[in-house]
């Protein structure tokens, strides 16, 4: 009887081992599940900040091609007007020769 009680402990024992074994891998699995998970979405907000980012670089690009197109058109404007003011004067002082 004893023997037998011995043996039963030791299949008992035996399988509460194998049962934490793949309580284990379960646990790791389930971690490493985690882990890609988590990575996965840091790796989509990192994609979407960059894409945030360079569309933010492009409108200021484009602002900055703005202003500039507007500068040089005021200077284009008032070098003509300039010029036309200049004309206008010649033309007028030779009206009054």
Same mark, same amino acid.
């Given at each position: 009887m004893l023997i037998l009680s011995n043996n039963e402990n030791?299949?008992? $024992?035996k399988l509460k081992r194998d049962n934490m074994q793949v +309580? *284990? =891998? $379960?646990?790791?699995? +389930?971690?490493?599940e985690e882990i890609n *998970?988590?990575?996965?979405?840091?790796?989509?907000e990192t994609e979407q900040i960059i894409k945030k980012t360079e569309a933010l670089k =492009?409108?200021?690009?484009r602002v900055i091609d703005a202003e500039n197109i507007k500068a040089l058109a005021q200077l284009r404007s008032e070098a003509k007007a300039t010029k036309i003011l200049k004309e206008a004067e010649a033309f007028r002082d030779e009206q009054k020769i």
């Open positions: 030791k299949s008992i $024992l +309580l *284990f =891998k $379960l646990q790791h699995d +389930l971690d490493v *998970f988590q990575q996965t979405e840091i790796e989509k =492009k409108q200021s690009c």
